[in-house]
Nanobody, 131 residues
Framework: QVQVMESGGGSVQEGGSLRLSCRTS????????MAWFRQASGDEREGIAC????????WYGDSFKHRFVISRDNAMSTVYLQIDNLKLEDTATYYC????????????????????????WGQGTQVTVSS
């Protein structure tokens, strides 16, 4: 049984930092590209970043190219998301997902047409930013 488990969320003040973790089990981690998404209340899900199986290629969503850094440790079956200089608008539930393939699918990785390629999702971790 595949499990995807996010952790590291919480309440933080504006300007602070968080490091989210996502550990998987039940799959061969190195066979999968991994990504972080987020969804704020009332909004659509946004793709933050995707990292290929080697970590050699990373795609960031257009809104996430400056304060967000994705990384992975295949030995630990874990993917990370570092978020710096947190802003109020970063308040959301952050989800980790494993793609069915080792690559991210290129710059269109967040398109709705790619949705079915994200085969395994975690339950999400809440990030709340306050002033």
């Amino acid at each position: 049984q595949v499990q995807v488990m996010e952790s590291g969320g919480g309440s933080v003040q504006e300007g602070g930092s968080l490091r989210l973790s996502c550990r998987t089990s039940g799959l061969t981690f190195g066979d999968h590209a991994m990504a972080w998404f987020r969804q704020a209340s009332g909004d659509e899900r946004e793709g933050i970043a995707c990292i290929t199986w080697t970590g050699g290629t990373i795609w960031y969503g257009d809104s996430f190219k400056h304060r967000f850094v994705i990384s992975r440790d295949n030995a630990m079956s874990t993917v990370y998301l570092q978020i710096d200089n947190l802003k109020l608008e970063d308040t959301a539930t952050y989800y980790c997902a494993a793609r069915l393939y080792a690559n991210c699918g290129g710059p269109r990785w967040t398109d709705s047409s790619e949705r079915e390629t994200w085969g395994h999702w975690g339950q999400g971790t809440q990030v709340t930013v306050s002033s």
